[in-house]
């Protein structure tokens, strides 16, 4: 068997559909999944103590240039609780944090993805604080060069020196170049080339301070071809991509790329994966009620959440798959999925890619993962929320149509109330100026301002009780 090489379908051959364990599968030059003990009994916080998981073993991914045991579930650190400061500012709830943590470590997750940008600048630190705690060979640290405001190279090698800071560290394991694609070559060259980052980059590698160097991707396909034309030059020891049921085959085709074709090529040079979005910001485990519904006849045991995780698993190239855990059942759900993972079979992939898909498709929501990263607002919109209720009223069944609709004032005035609830007025989608700031930064590359005023007819239309035709609001 070539076992550098091997495909899906002989994958889940060696794997089995149930219970043979992936780890009994010898890919030497794959991402070879492989298991860890059992997991601790005990955790260090609080909460920890009170809910560990007695039993389960947690998948494992080889990557081959390195050996590292990297686990299939990893921790994006995104999404973590805020709080309130004395000063009445936002900052990170590091006793949350904490607790998550070593709660995630006790159960074999090892992976951890933060980025400069994150929680106003804060996730690296926090993150950094709770796995000081920990010894530094039972974890592996991501981070990114998220030099989007800053492309000096003063800027940038801050940036890289406050990371080592912030996440208490002598080396990064996981480098990534933060969200290419958008730009094309000279938005790359701007970043990384022309101020010399690539080659200080590179020297890092050399010398081990950076232990694997690759991107995340966002942008379409000649973007994503172009990237990968600079492999044999720089060598991307591993890509960051989005990937989840949805997009397999329902991206966005002009301006991101279907997930099938981007784990296609990368499988061709065999460039290890790390999976973000598999649930797309939470979409699919939060999915409409026709989905939900098909999804719970199919096993009425599993959570929803656990299908989009046991498909981006079910592909031997992929080394670990992201999740933004923000509370302490999220992290456990997750768990009993990762920890004797089984992959789906060729079936079930085929029900998730077309039954689901299909139904997934007549709804006409905003495909908005929740990252913030378009915020803030100059004008002080709450632009995430506002694509998140909307989403909501879509995927519950509470979404107006038009005037014909069975129960529609009753409809009417439960988006019309629920609106101002979950966005005050002031933060509401009227106040877009269409200024475009926030465009650049959307890593799905929605049309912000064009969205908002969609809403905005929209919501205006129900308040004059004047909406007709399409149930897009156009």
Known sequence: ??????????????????????????????????????????????????????????????????????????????????????????????????????????????????????????????????????????????????????????????????????????????????????????????RFVDNGMMDFLLKEREAGKIRQLGLSFHGSRDQFDYLLTLHDQYHWD?????????????????????????????????????VMEPLMGGRLANPTESVARRLKERDPHASLASWAFRFVGSYPRVLTALSGMVYLEHLQDNLKTFMDFQPLSEEELDFLGTDIADIMARFPTINCTNCDYCMPCPYGIDIPRIFKHYNDCVNNGTFVQNRDQENYEKLRRAYLVSYDRAVPTIRQASHCTTCEQCVPYCPQSIDIPRELLRIDRYVERLKRGTLEGASSGE
């Open 1 to 190: 068997m070539n076992t550098k090489n091997i495909d899906r379908r002989e994958f889940l051959k060696k794997a089995g559909t149930g219970a043979a364990t992936l780890g009994a599968v010898a890919l030497a030059g794959a991402c070879a999944p492989k298991k860890t003990g059992k997991a601790l009994t005990q955790g260090s916080g609080e909460d920890s103590r009170a809910h560990v998981l007695e039993t389960g073993k947690m998948e494992l991914r080889v990557n081959p240039a390195t050996g590292d045991r990297v686990s299939l579930l990893g921790y994006g650190c995104m999404r973590w609780q805020m709080k309130k400061d004395a000063n009445g500012r936002d900052t990170v709830d590091q006793d949350n944090v904490n607790n998550l943590v070593d709660y995630a470590i006790a159960h074999g997750v090892n992976y951890f993805d933060s980025a400069p940008t994150y929680l106003q600048g804060q996730s690296e630190g926090a993150l950094g604080e709770a796995l000081s705690r920990h010894p530094r060979d039972s974890y592996f640290i991501a981070t990114k060069l998220s030099n989007f405001n800053n492309q000096s190279r003063a800027g940038s090698m801050k940036m890289y020196q406050d990371s080592f800071r912030h996440l208490q560290t002598d080396h990064l394991d996981y480098y990534l170049l933060h969200s290419l694609g958008r730009g094309g070559a000279e938005t790359f060259a701007q």
């Open 238 to 274: 591993f890509l960051q991509i989005q990937m989840n049921y949805w997009d397999w085959k329902h991206a966005d085709g002009n301006r991101n790329v279907n997930a099938d074709y981007l784990y296609d090529e990368l499988d061709k040079r065999e460039i290890p994966i790390v």
